[in-house]
């Protein structure tokens, strides 16, 4: 996997000017507020926070959300973290896909699946929104269940009726010593699809 992305993304920047389809919107998912901060649910926010650290940019607070920008390998890359809390996510999507004159495919959603084991990476081009609100609210939003979501896997390690506690819980002291480096390599996926295209940045990254 480093191989192939290391050729990917090691070509020469060009200093041109991007073009509409060479700029991508990445929308992390998760509820704002110091309460919310490290929850399993928050690792949306938490992923573009990783991103925007190794690109040193820093979020605007900007309409619906908190915004950064950086370019690279010839692609503007804006990252969204929406203000609306979680079940509302939609209306700050389709603000800033209308905003840029973002297209659909240059969409990418990050949010945390229940249905996958922690750390596990998943990148789809379509799905449906499996009873995440966040995602039931984009879909609803955009008209469609076609766009490119990048899940995270927090498990399902949770007793009957404690779903809601599990998942606005905070990360467990096992899952906080795994988490930098998964984090890492989720910023690395978010580049590859930007810089390698979808398909490719499923071959190399699915299941990592």
Do not use: C
Request: proline share 2%; hydrophobic share 35%.
């Amino acid at each position: 996997m480093l191989s192939f992305f290391g050729r990917i993304l090691g070509k020469k920047e060009t200093g041109k000017k991007t073009d509409p389809m060479k700029k991508f919107l990445i929308v992390g998912l998760g509820n704002i507020g110091p309460k919310y901060e490290n929850t399993r649910h928050n690792v949306g926010f938490k992923i573009l926070d990783e991103l925007a650290r190794e690109k040193e940019v820093a979020f605007e607070t900007q309409k619906l959300g908190d915004v950064a920008t950086f370019r690279f390998k010839g692609r503007t890359f804006i990252l969204l973290k929406p203000s609306t809390y979680m079940n509302l996510s939609g209306k700050a999507v389709n603000y800033w896909m209308q905003k840029e004159k973002i297209s659909l495919e240059n969409l990418l959603v990050v949010t945390d699946d229940l249905n996958l084991s922690f750390g596990t990476l998943r990148l789809k081009t379509k799905g449906s929104d499996g009873g995440h609100n966040g995602l039931k609210d984009i879909q609803s939003q955009l008209n469609t269940t076609k766009y490119n979501r990048f899940r995270f896997g927090i498990s399902d390690e949770f007793s009957h009726g404690q779903q809601v506690d599990y998942v606005l819980g905070e990360w467990s002291e096992k899952e906080e010593e795994k988490l930098p480096e998964r984090l890492k390599t989720s910023a690395e996926l978010i580049l590859s699809f930007g810089a390698a295209g979808v398909s490719n940045t499923m071959n190399a990254f699915n299941g990592k």
